[in-house]
């Protein structure tokens, strides 16, 4: 072997680990991008005020605009709330990011909750900053009952958040045999 093919073992681990992550942040542009594409879909498909019917009787498709936050929240506040709502939104991308190099390319989980996370937030920042609100269009409903209307970047921040909230129960209950074994000792 020559001075310019060998690899050590740490030059192999980071290869490995730069490899991984790169296929959540494939994984974190595949969310953004299907968020995109299913809300330009909405804009042309679906006249505001109507509604597609998916499944009767639990599944439809809306066209919403939601200048505010999650389930509706924070409604009123104008151009002020929407340049809070996007240097927030920045912030917890930039956390998000943060987060998801400092973790190992083993820890499945949190990279895959990170990735959940980071598409999500983009598909609605890219709203934000684009339109001043987030478009959303999915609407769940039993009966009288319904669901507030979400997107796909929604679904994901969501599913992102219970990962990371799973990640740490299980984290913890793993920790907790091997905290009693030290105080057996």
Sequence with gaps: MGFFTRNTAHESRVMHATRWHGFYLLAAAFIFFADQITKAWVVREIPPGTARRIIKGFLAFVYAE?????FGQLQHGGAAKQWILIALACVALFGVMLYFFRTAATHDRILGACALLAGGILGNLADRVRLGYVID?????WGDWSYPVFNIADASICAGAGLLILDAILSGR???PEARSQESE
Excluded at 66 to 70: E, L, M, P, S
Excluded at 137 to 141: A, D, G, N, R
């Design 174 to 176: 793993k920790q907790e």
């Design 66 to 70: 939601n200048t505010g936050i999650a």
């Design 137 to 141: 269009f999915i609407l769940v409903y």
